[in-house]
């Protein structure tokens, strides 16, 4: 059984739970986390395989301001803290997309353009492997951490190839369409994670 996490929104609702309990003071503190034994609890069972999908931080060639600089260059310290903890844990991490910066469109009023970060091609390699996985490997049985609807048509190649898939979600983001497409929808919740933290920190 293999694990496919969409890794950045993943440890979003992580941070995000983390600082709304005052567990940690900032989004981009560093910090210990076993993603494993999450979800082992969530699932109720050992998870043999867990692949782990995020970004390369890449800078860019062009000026841009010192504080867009500063910030990518922290989301670089902190995204290298996270995955070598990660890899500890054997959960095999994949660089499936690039985080760069992006020039927006004009602005209808002011006619200026503004810099913004932007995250491409994760989900499509994430999707890509759930498909090799039920097709070429014949796994019997998948999970699938992303409540992004565009897993759907990987996820209906791997429905038509008998391969089972467990949605697993954080509690407040059900995908309606994605838990129709599953065999079986777990939540992990705010208490699960808040007690995977205190285990390692407490």
């Given at each position: 059984?293999?694990?496919?996490?969409?890794?950045?929104?993943?440890?979003?609702?992580?941070?995000?739970?983390?600082l709304e309990a005052g567990l940690i003071g900032t989004s981009e503190q560093p910090f210990e986390f076993d993603i494993r034994t999450l979800i082992d609890g969530a699932v109720g069972r050992p998870v043999q395989e867990i692949n782990y999908y995020t970004s390369h931080v890449q800078l860019p060639t062009f000026d841009i301001p010192d504080e867009l600089r500063e910030r990518i260059?922290?989301?670089?310290?902190?995204?290298?803290?996270?995955?070598?903890?990660?890899?500890?844990?054997?959960?095999?991490?994949?660089?499936?997309?690039?985080?760069?910066?992006?020039?927006?469109?004009?602005?209808?009023?002011?006619?200026?353009?503004?810099?913004?970060?932007?995250?491409?091609?994760?989900?499509?390699?994430?999707?890509?492997?759930?498909?090799?996985?039920?097709?070429?490997?014949?796994?019997?049985?998948?999970?699938?951490?992303?409540?992004?609807?565009?897993?759907?048509?990987?996820?209906?190649?791997?429905?038509?190839?008998?391969?089972?898939?467990?949605?697993?979600?954080?509690?407040?983001?059900?995908?309606?369409?994605?838990?129709?497409?599953?065999?079986?929808?777990?939540?992990?919740?705010?208490?699960?994670?808040?007690?995977?933290?205190?285990?390692?920190?407490?």
């Amino acid at each position: 059984m293999r694990t496919f996490i969409d890794g950045e929104n993943f440890r979003h609702r992580i941070v995000d739970v983390l600082l709304e309990a005052g567990l940690i003071g900032t989004s981009e503190q560093p910090f210990e986390f076993d993603i494993r034994t999450l979800i082992d609890g969530a699932v109720g069972r050992p998870v043999q395989e867990i692949n782990y999908y995020t970004s390369h931080v890449q800078l860019p060639t062009f000026d841009i301001p010192d504080e867009l600089r500063e910030r990518i260059e922290s989301i670089k310290q902190t995204s290298q803290y996270w995955t070598e903890g990660l890899t500890r844990r054997q959960v095999q991490v994949i660089e499936g997309g690039i985080l760069k910066v992006h020039t927006s469109a004009r602005c209808m009023h002011c006619h200026k353009s503004t810099l913004t970060l932007q995250e491409k091609g994760v989900d499509v390699r994430l999707a890509t492997d759930i498909v090799l996985a039920a097709t070429l490997e014949e796994m019997d049985e998948i999970i699938v951490a992303s409540s992004d609807t565009d897993m759907l048509p990987a996820l209906d190649v791997a429905k038509r190839a008998n391969t089972k898939i467990i949605y697993l979600h954080f509690e407040d983001e059900l995908n309606h369409a994605i838990a129709a497409m599953a065999d079986e929808s777990i939540a992990y919740t705010r208490q699960h994670i808040i007690d995977c933290f205190n285990s390692q920190n407490g």
